[in-house]
C-alpha cells in the first residue's frame, strides 16, 4: 500500500467491482486504453481480475486510487507487465469525473517511485495511444520521454519511458 499526499493506494479487491464498472463504463476512459478494452460489466470483471491476477503471478500490479478526504474510489494506477509487454510499465486509468485534478501524476509518480525503488527496476515506461493528449501530459510530468512508437495489443501505440537515475558511488 502506497500514500500520496491526496490519495491512498491500496491492492484492487473484488470489493471494487461496482466502482471500477461504472469507471471502465464510460467510453472516453475506456477508449483511452492502449489495451482494447470494452465497456460492459463483464468486461470490467475480467480487466478486474486481471489485475488481481497480476498481482499473484508478479507480486505487484495496479492499485485502486482512493481519495483520502472522501474514501471515493478515483481509479488504478501502478506497476504493471502483463506477458507481451514492452517493458516494466507504469499506467493509470482515472473515473471521468476525477481527471484535471493531478491525481494521474500524482499516483503515476508514486508508481514510478515504488518500481525504481522496491522493483529496482532499470527501466519503466509507459504505453499510451496515440492522440491521449492526458496521458502523455501525464507522462511527461513524470520525467517520461518518447522513446519509440511499438505494436501492442494490434495496434501502434508510443512507448514512454525513463532509465533509473544512477548514483555515485
Known sequence: ???TKRLLMRPLTGDDFADYAAMMADPQVAGGLAESV???PADAWRS???FIGHREIRGYSHWALVEKATGRFVGRAGPWRPH???GLGVGWCLAREHWGRGYATEAARASLSYC???LRAPEVVSVILPGNVR???VAER???RHLRDVQYGGRTVHLYGQRARSTPD
Request: aromatic share 10%.
Open 48 to 50: 478486474l481480475a486481471l
Open 116 to 118: 525504481f525503488g522496491e
Open 135 to 137: 496521458s502523455i501530459a
Open 1 to 3: 500500500m502506497l500514500e
Open 38 to 40: 470494452g465497456t460492459s
Open 84 to 86: 507481451g509487454f514492452p
Open 142 to 144: 513524470i520525467g517520461h
